[in-house]
Nanobody, 120 residues
């Protein structure tokens, strides 16, 4: 079983920064694509940033030029650097990965979520 473990959430003032991490743990797997989603109270889960296999990173319009998605293939870890945070960025952030396991299983898995609160 492959698990995604998130960290880095917290409370920050408007204009501040946070860096989220998502580490994949397990054996026999390779990540095909990564993504960050978020869900605010009363709203649907939305895509924040994605990093497809071999492709360019893509971002929701609301976070372009403020958020940066990156990955460390050696550590099997994905990051989300969030700058110039706004109150409307407050949400639970979830990481998602599409992966191969033992070269035969292909599936999507989610992290447990980490709370980001932007408030003065």
């Amino acid at each position: 079983q492959v698990q995604l473990v998130e960290s880095g959430g917290g409370v920050v003032q408007p204009g501040g920064s946070l860096r989220l991490s998502c580490a994949a743990t397990g054996i026999g797997f390779s990540i095909n694509s990564w993504a960050w989603y978020r869900q605010a109270p009363g709203k649907e889960r939305e895509l924040v940033a994605g990093m497809p296999s071999g492709g360019r990173a893509n971002y929701a319009d609301s976070v372009k030029d403020r958020f940066t998605i990156s990955k460390d293939n050696v550590k099997n870890t994905m990051y989300l650097q969030m700058n110039s945070l706004k109150p409307e960025d407050t949400a639970v952030y979830y990481c998602n990965a599409h992966l191969w396991r033992w070269s035969t299983e292909y599936y999507s898995t989610w992290g447990q979520g980490t709370q980001v609160t932007v408030a003065s």
